[in-house]
């Protein structure tokens, strides 16, 4: 099991940009796959973007495809999620997720970090 803290969210201007950060506890941090979640407002939690062990594979939502980047950093524990060019639609609790592998479901979660997009 791994601790995970999100932090970097905010209030921003469409067409700004944000980074978020998760940091995790442990250290099998680097054995993990990671993912960021988003939750609107009266909508369910929807997949965002993730990244394998090494950060050599990544994927992505196609709403946020060509927008957002996510990375990690296995030396600081840390995984992150670059968003540019923001829309309102982007306004929701962006969460940290990690599993330890592809064929299984996201079984370690953080506790949220809020992100709002104004128009």
């Known amino acids: 099991q791994v601790q995970l803290v999100e932090s970097g969210g905010g209030l921003v201007q469409a067409g700004g940009s944000l980074r978020l950060s998760c940091a995790a506890s442990?250290?099998?941090?680097?054995?993990?796959?990671m993912g960021w979640f988003r939750q609107a407002p009266g909508k369910e939690r929807e997949f965002v973007a993730a990244?394998?062990?090494?950060?050599?594979?990544?994927n992505y939502a196609d709403s946020v495809k060509g927008r957002f980047t996510i990375s990690r950093d296995n030396a600081k524990n840390t995984v992150y999620l670059q968003m540019n060019s923001l829309k309102p639609e982007d306004t929701a609790v962006y969460y940290c997720?990690?599993?330890?592998?592809?064929?299984?479901?996201?079984?370690?979660w953080g506790q949220g970090t809020q992100v709002t997009v104004s128009s």
């Open positions: 990244i394998n062990w090494s950060g050599g594979s990544t």
């Open positions: 997720a990690a599993k330890r592998s592809q064929l299984l479901a996201y079984d370690n």
């Open positions: 442990g250290r099998t941090f680097s054995s993990y796959r």
